[in-house]
């Protein structure tokens, strides 16, 4: 199975500040990543998918990076909704699998 | 609009099975695959495994071999996710959640979640 290593697990920051979140798979997954942002009690909520595209209606301080092994989350500016939990995922194959999740704290 | 709308809360007592429905709307339901994934309280997410609504072909994490079934009903379009043998460590939060099956793309819309409590 590929494992997918996340980190920090946790971030503290503040309203406006550029954060970034990396995600490391064990071995390549070429593009095949997605991010998700999940807010407690609900589903996931697809962010990113493919390494680096934004889907339909998701804000664009939102932004991915990477290929290969290694991936990053940018937001360019922290609003009080995104203080959250994310996940990356790849599905290169199966199983499909997760990071450990990081969560995103108000300083 | 897709909509999955899934089954209401569980408890149940270990070594009991539960199962739970997904039931899907708004597409062609046999054009997507159907993903479980589960979220132990506190914790991450767990692939669990799909099935192809279209013939009924399932592709199960090595972890739930033997302990998970999962099913689809085309007159309902509902999924099906049984798993049995339950233990205090399967209490979770479980998902569905669709991907297109002619092409790879990952999971962009989940039902609500069944929370099921495994307990004595």
Redesign the interface.
Known sequence: DIQMTQSPSTLSASVGDRVTITCRASQTISSWLAWYQQKPGKAPKLLISKASTLESGVPSRFSGSGSGTEFTLTISSLQPDDFVTYYCQQYNSYPWTFGQGTKVEIK | QVQLVQSGAEVKKPGASVKVSCKASGYTFTSYYM?WVRQAPGQ????M??INPSGGTT?N??KFQGRVTMTSDTSTTTVYMELSSLRSEDTAMY?C?R?PSWQ?????H????TLVTVSS
């Open positions: 993903h991450g997410l767990e692939w495994g799909k592709s994490a090595q998902f959640a991907d790879l793309r990952p999971l962009e989940w039902g609500q979640g």
